[in-house]
């Protein structure tokens, strides 16, 4: 079971940018896939989570960034109006558990992507 990042990079605030999320081993039915950042010296914070096509976002991001499942194994977060702020590495994740609940806030069985840079800069 694997989960491969792609799609990072620079862009202009502003601008727009499409993470790709590929999964291997996963039956997506089965899982939450979640997209997390981290910035410099910051933690690792939840961006938004994706099972059974109800998704949650965290309020920096909400009504700009969408997530959503593309085919049997794919999930893309697009990222839109992007911020100085929204900087960071950005990580996959899987979890058995549903978006939100307790054993998906321990992270009780996660896997874990390598990540992707973003930065958004002039």
């Known amino acids: 079971e694997q989960l491969a990042e792609s799609g990072g990079g620079l862009v202009l605030p502003g601008g727009s940018l499409g993470l790709i999320c590929t999964t291997s081993g996963f039956v997506l039915d089965d899982y939450a896939i979640s997209w997390f950042r981290q910035a410099p010296g910051k933690e690792r914070e939840e961006v938004s989570c994706?099972?059974?096509?109800?998704a949650i976002y965290a309020d920096s991001v909400r009504g700009r960034f969408i997530i959503y499942r593309d085919n049997a194994n794919t999930v893309i977060l697009q990222m839109n109006n992007v911020k100085p702020e929204d900087t960071a590495v950005y990580y996959c994740a899987a979890d058995p558990s549903p978006c939100g609940s307790v054993w998906y806030k321990k992270g009780v069985g996660r896997t874990w992507g390598h990540g992707t840079q973003v930065t958004v800069s002039q």
């Open positions: 994706i099972k059974d096509g109800s």
